[in-house]
C-alpha cells in the first residue's frame, strides 16, 4: 500500500526582489492562500465523488413578502390612496 504525503506549493514571487514594502508583503501573501485554495480545491475536486443529482426538478418562485402577492400589493394600493385623499381633504 502507498500512503499520501501532502506537498507544500511554492507561490509564485509578486515582484522581481529587492527591498520589499507593506504592499508587496500583502500581494504576496494572498498570492500565496490563492495559490493553497487552487491546490486545495484540485484536489478536492479529483477524490470527492460526483454531486448526486437531485431528487426534484429546482424551481424560482418570486414573490413579495407572502404567498399571494396579489394581497399585500392591493392593501398598499389602498392605503396609497387614502393617504392621497386624507391629503386633499386635510388641507
Known amino acids: 500500500m502507498t500512503s499520501l ?18 504592499t508587496q508583503q500583502e500581494l504576496e501573501k494572498t498570492n500565496e492562500t490563492l495559490t493553497m485554495l ?5 484536489a478536492d475536486a479529483m477524490y470527492d465523488p460526483p454531486v448526486p443529482r437531485p431528487v426534484t426538478q429546482p ?6 413578502c407572502g ?10 394600493m389602498i392605503v396609497a390612496l387614502g ?9
Open 59 to 64: 424551481t424560482i418562485r418570486e414573490a413579495f
Open 38 to 42: 487552487s491546490a486545495q480545491s484540485s
Open 83 to 91: 393617504l392621497i385623499v386624507y391629503g386633499f381633504l386635510a388641507k
Open 67 to 76: 404567498s399571494d402577492p396579489h394581497t399585500l400589493s392591493e392593501y398598499l
Open 5 to 22: 504525503q501532502p506537498v507544500q506549493v511554492e507561490p509564485l514571487p509578486m515582484s522581481s526582489g529587492g527591498k520589499s514594502n507593506k
